[in-house]
């Protein structure tokens, strides 16, 4: 199961990103800003910041998560993700004694094929370390090994990028994997910035409707919605 740690983050992000933003508009600079702004400003400013979309102060507080037991069929989503900084334990200096893997729900729930599922990764597994003792080295090696495989990594991301992936990966429609991670990410930041955390969610809740094909049912594809209006 996925495990995510806030590792460190800017100090007093939301006020971060309330300065940034109030140096355009204000003949004092961001020092005094930051000293000035009280709680209610913040809040109000970020509520103003978001439904405008001026989204750019947010770049301002950046967070970084230790993440680890994510496969490798879903460290590859994340870091299609460019907007962020990643550094991700590497299979050619690391050689996998042991194989941790993600087993999915859905495979638990058919007792037949999850033993099937086992044999064929503990099978994998073991012509790796066969091909480890052969002297074959562990960038090569690793080939043998499933997607389902469990990795470790670090990743930086600022408060723009985190309510942007957010928006595409707490969509229920995502692969369940990615949005068990962002579900955890989301409650970390919201231990620091509860304000901002209440800002990671999935598009629909901002445009009020669904824009992917087919909706889970929280609301209703555009199609849909013009249907109704007609
Ligand atoms: C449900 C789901 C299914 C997906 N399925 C597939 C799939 O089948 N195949 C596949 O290949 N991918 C798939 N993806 C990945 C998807 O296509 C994106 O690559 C990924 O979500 C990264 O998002 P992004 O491009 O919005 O933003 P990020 O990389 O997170 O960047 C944030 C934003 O910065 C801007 N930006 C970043 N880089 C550039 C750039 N070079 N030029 C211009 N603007 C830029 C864009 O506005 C972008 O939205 C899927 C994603 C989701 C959420």
């Given at each position: 199961m996925v495990y995510v740690a806030l590792i460190s983050y800017t100090p007093d992000p939301e006020r971060t990103i309330a300065a940034a933003a109030r140096?355009?508009?204000?003949s004092v600079g961001a020092t005094k800003l930051m000293e000035e702004l009280t709680p209610q400003a913040v809040d109000r400013l970020l509520t103003r910041l978001i439904a405008s979309g001026h989204l750019s102060p947010f770049e301002h507080a950046s967070f970084t998560f230790a993440i680890e037991g994510l496969s490798r069929v879903t460290s590859h989503q994340l870091v299609r993700h460019r907007m962020a900084s990643y550094t991700q334990q590497?299979?050619?200096y690391v050689s996998l004694k042991e194989l941790d893997y993600i087993?999915?729900?859905?495979?638990s729930a058919k007792p037949e094929l999850e033993a099937r599922y086992h044999d064929m990764v503990r099978a994998a597994h073991r012509l790796y370390l066969e091909m480890l003792d052969a002297g074959i080295p562990a960038e090569d090696a690793r080939y043998v090994l499933p997607q389902a495989t469990e990795t470790?990594?670090?990743m930086t991301m600022n408060a723009h990028e985190l309510i942007?992936?957010?928006?595409?990966?707490?969509?229920?429609?995502?692969?369940w994997e990615i949005v068990e991670l962002f579900e955890r990410i989301k409650a970390e930041v919201e231990k620091v910035a509860p304000?901002?955390?209440?800002e990671l969610k999935p598009k629909c809740y901002r445009l009020g409707y669904?824009?992917?094909?087919?909706?889970?049912?929280?609301?209703?594809?555009?199609?849909?919605?013009t249907r109704e209006r007609r």
């Open positions: 140096v355009s508009t204000s590497s299979q050619r087993t999915p729900a859905t495979i470790r990594l670090v942007h992936v957010c928006s595409l990966r707490l969509c229920l429609r995502a692969q304000r901002l955390g209440a669904c824009d992917e094909a087919e909706s889970c049912g929280i609301f209703p594809t555009a199609t849909e919605v």
